[in-house]
């Protein structure tokens, strides 16, 4: 037997796992299903429920240190199949690259806007994000910029750029740039927490 792990962090970094600690070492076929939504699975088939329809899922395989252990390892990544449902990738989803939703104003409230819409939100978050349906933000439909009024638009950009000044200047005090490669360490890393 060989350790392994399907980890799911969804939207709001809430995570899910399929092990061999969790469903055995031989794996299994199974359907993952956000919470909002109601799937039946095929004959054979586990149903598997996760908090948000987005997410990231990595998986580990333990690598043994015996010769050629990596090569069986890479065959059994190669055996995971990810098979789309009917349905999966259509929509209003928003392409956005971190550097883009973090420099642009415009860029930052679209992707924030198709999230809420596509992931909902905690509940203990409604208060925060009711206060923004009166812009549209987080509404039935998607966000159009273009059609707030001057001042709200202004308000907006404004709103953004003291945001991003704020955790920039904030930065310092809770962690050390990592080279230029956007990461950076913290206490907690160096003290092994």
């Known amino acids: ?31 993952v299903v956000p919470a909002r939504r109601d799937a039946r699975a095929p004959g054979g088939v586990t149903r598997f429920r996760v908090a ?24 059994l990544q190669d055996a995971v199949t ?13 392409r956005a690259s971190p550097q883009a ?13 198709f999230s809420l819409r596509a992931n909902g939100h905690p509940v203990q978050e409604d208060a925060h994000v009711y206060r923004f349906r ?14 707030l009024d001057a001042a709200t638009r202004r308000g907006l950009q404004e709103g953004f750029v ?6 920039e200047s904030s930065r310092s005090e809770f962690a050390e740039p990592v080279g230029d490669t956007g990461w950076a360490r913290g206490p907690a890393a160096e003290d092994g927490l």
């Open 134 to 147: 009166s812009i549209g933000l987080g509404g039935p439909r998607p966000l159009n910029l273009d059609e």
């Open 1 to 31: 037997a060989r350790y392994y792990t399907l980890h799911f962090l969804d939207a709001y970094s809430n995570a899910t796992n399929l092990s061999s600690r969790t469903v055995g070492p031989d794996g299994g076929d199974f359907l």
């Open 52 to 75: 948000s329809p987005y997410m990231w899922m990595l998986m580990r395989i333990l690598v043994r240190d015996s010769a050629g252990d990596l090569e069986e390892v890479r065959a």
């Open 101 to 113: 939703a973090a420099s642009d104003w415009r860029t930052f409230f679209q992707a924030l806007d």
């Open 162 to 167: 003291d945001a991003m000044e704020l955790i």
């Open 82 to 94: 990810i098979t789309p449902t009917a349905g999966v990738g259509r929509g209003d989803f928003v």
